[in-house]
């Protein structure tokens, strides 16, 4: 690359950051401003639902006289709720704040317990995904301290299965 070009490269270099850094300082903001207005937002259904009687709350949705979705609501009322404890405010990232805002879609999505194997029939299962692991990746060819690692933490499991073959 000649000098003229270098050059040319690197203004443009310095130049888009600038924009960068621009971008970034309004991207701050404006998510600063949605968790403002989730918040103002949460603030606000906490006053309506503390001043209507018990049972009207689910109608305001479903009359449509709130035009918001009762999922979108919880998220306001909940970011409300952790701004008002300092939760947001504590968050070490932008990332981290705005997840605090989403909550926890997964755990209200499904109300149905997730089923679980019996532990005895889980342990089966998994002790056999990680023999067929060893057979794809033979212990003769690992490090040998990873050997020595593996051994270290399946002696108790082995003193347990084999008592007679580990003498204490």
């Known amino acids: 690359m000649n ?14 950051e600038k924009d960068i ?36 709350w689910m109608d305001l949705f479903e009359s449509n006289r709130l035009r918001i979705s009762y999922k979108k609501a919880q998220r306001y009322m909940r970011v409300a709720t952790r701004l008002k404890d300092g939760q947001v405010q504590s968050a070490s990232s932008l990332r981290e704040a705005l997840a605090l805002c989403q909550g926890d879609e997964e755990q209200t999505q499904s109300t149905e317990p997730v089923q679980r194997w019996p532990a005895p ?6 002790a ?19 050997v020595e ?13 084999w008592p007679d073959l580990f003498v204490h």
Do not use: Y
């Not at 000098?3 to 888009?16: E, F, G, Y």
């Not at 029939?121 to 998994?126: M, N, V």
């Not at 003769?140 to 990873?146: I, M, Q, S």
């Open 3 to 16: 000098l003229i070009k270098l050059s040319d490269t690197i203004h443009r270099v310095n130049a888009r």
């Open 121 to 126: 029939t889980e342990g089966i299962s998994r």
């Open 21 to 56: 850094e621009e971008h970034a300082g309004r991207a701050l903001t404006a998510a600063g401003n949605l968790v403002s207005e989730m918040a103002l937002q949460g603030q606000d259904l906490f006053a309506i639902k503390s001043n209507i009687v018990h049972g009207e």
């Open 128 to 146: 056999g995904k990680f023999v067929s692991f060893i057979e794809r990746h033979p212990i003769e060819r690992w490090p040998d301290v990873c």
């Open 149 to 161: 690692r593996l051994r270290t933490q399946m002696r108790p499991i082995a003193a347990k299965l």
